[in-house]
């Protein structure tokens, strides 16, 4: 096993013990031959089945379906309209609430628009396979 000094990885002087973004002298010792022999599994394309069993189509009708019921659940234009309401009367949340609330806000924005984002993919995935 062939270790690196920590100089050598550029973390010299940062030997504070109460420095607990520097790494402990135990993650600094790196075994590269083993690296080096460590067998690397590439992912293989399966060859496509022409047609799908039908099993396999009711499973996938059944969680389409599962997906539309549950993007049909989202709250809707009254909600939010509720909660403008709440978020416009004086006094309605504390420093640290208010931001908790634009913390959950902006979380769900970025998980309403990766789910945008994902059903585009599903939709060009399905017309990629199509025009195989």
Known sequence: MRNIPATTLGFEGKSNPNDTNAPSAALLI???SALMKRKK???TLA???PEASADQVQRF???LREVKQAVANLPGEEYHAELLKIVRRAGWT???EGIFFEALAE???AHTR???QLHQRLKAAFEA???E
């Open 30 to 32: 790196v075994d590269a």
């Open 47 to 49: 060859k496509s089945n």
């Open 107 to 109: 979380s769900i924005l």
């Open 129 to 131: 396979v199509q025009g």
């Open 61 to 63: 009708e059944r969680k």
């Open 41 to 43: 599994f590439v992912a």
């Open 114 to 116: 990766d789910l945008a």
């Open 94 to 96: 504390t420093l640290a």
